[in-house]
């Protein structure tokens, strides 16, 4: 049975408040699109929920009368996860943001899925926390669960599902779930916050997340290291891994990126391969690990390299780096904007950065790499034409280049943006045999298949 617009809001209308449902042009439009290069499409109705009661109702009648259903944070994402091509409803969780516990003596916080990690910080600060996924955009942290987020502190504190100790589910028939509890570890059951973790909004809506954070260091230093090659300060990172120093960020920036950043964020950084980096701890044992990191980039023909301990000055060199995407965009009016995401074991990954240069100039089209180094994972973006299909076609041949190499030197074709519609098609590649247990898994969770139901894993 295939329900109507009016037909679905007259449903919606008896087990939610008015104001809860949206037909508004303006804001199915504002849900037919993520950040990525994906073609937007409008959902039929938007709904707010405010409890989980509320998302138990909606994923309920939605399974009862086969509608298919999207969950939606920001819009932050980079693969189209949230377009919603095949559904007519979407479910935005931006009114479900309350922060609903803070417990600083088990370093653990309870919050609502529409959270943003900037308010989640802004409140940990007056307890000396704070919450180390940094993916760039001020995302929500129900749809940083959802992609597995990471970013730049990763090397250091590791990736969203790292942080997640538990996590309240609403799965397709309405029933609501704990993945997990708030003991620091367990050897029961199957290990169902992995599981949920990057699942993408195909196995249930997140309600309430328990997640992990950290106290806030006692001193920070950030600074750049300029090398003479991409191979150098690649090479340079595996070697400060090596020694054991505890690096907080590590980014490479290649020399188109840093022209971007230069002309952006009116900086004068020397047109070169650059890390930029961070370390976190106490003052004497800062300076020792920065003086026995000096001697290594030495070693690897570090032509200069500057630190910040100043906030304001470390932050404004943070800034230049978050803003990098915003600085291409800018810098090419009139284009849109395509990344990648690829991650290789760290030996090999000099080679691909090599490798994804080499390609991209094959194309002629304009664009950067930039990447978490210190765990394996580059972006390269480019700037394409959307009504040039040539230079379209180009863009995708060469994402594609770069996954099947990352795949077959042992890595993956994303690291932390996830698979959406954009790497749907590599699933099989990649996992092999593995992928039927994972369209088993959905098939026990989902069998009408009615959630984000033709991205990450489909069922035929």
Known sequence: MHLTQDEIVTHLQTLLLKEQISINKTVLELHSKDESYHKPHNPEVVVYPYTTADTSKILMFANDYNIKVVPFGLGTSLEGHVIPYNQQLTIDFSLMNKILDVSPEDFLVTVQPGVTRSELNKALKRHGLFFPVDPGADATLGGMVATNASGTTSVKYGVMRDQVRDLEVVL???????????????SSGYHLNGLFTGSEGTLGAFTELTLKVHGIPEHIMAGRAIFPTIKDAIESVVSILQAGIPIARVELVDEASIEQVNSHSDQDFPVKPTLFLEFHGNEAGLKSDVDFMKLIVEDHYCEGIEFEKDNTKRNILWEARHNLAYAYTHGYPGKDMMVTDVVLPISKLAEAVIFARTELDKTLIEGGILGHVGDGNFHVLLMIDPNNPAEIKKAHDFNE????????????????????????????????????????????????????????????
């Open 401 to 460: 280049k770069l996954v099947m190499h990352a795949i077959n030197n042992g890595g993956t074709c994303t690291g932390e943006h996830g698979v959406g519609i954009g790497k749907q098609k590599y699933q099989r590649i990649e996992h092999g045999e593995a992928y039927d247990v994972m369209i088993a898994i959905k098939q026990v969770l989902d069998p009408k298949n009615i959630l984000n139901s033709d991205k990450n894993i489909t069922i035929n």
């Open 172 to 186: 397709a028939d309405g029933r609501i779930i704990h993945t997990g509890n708030r003991a620091a570890k367990s």
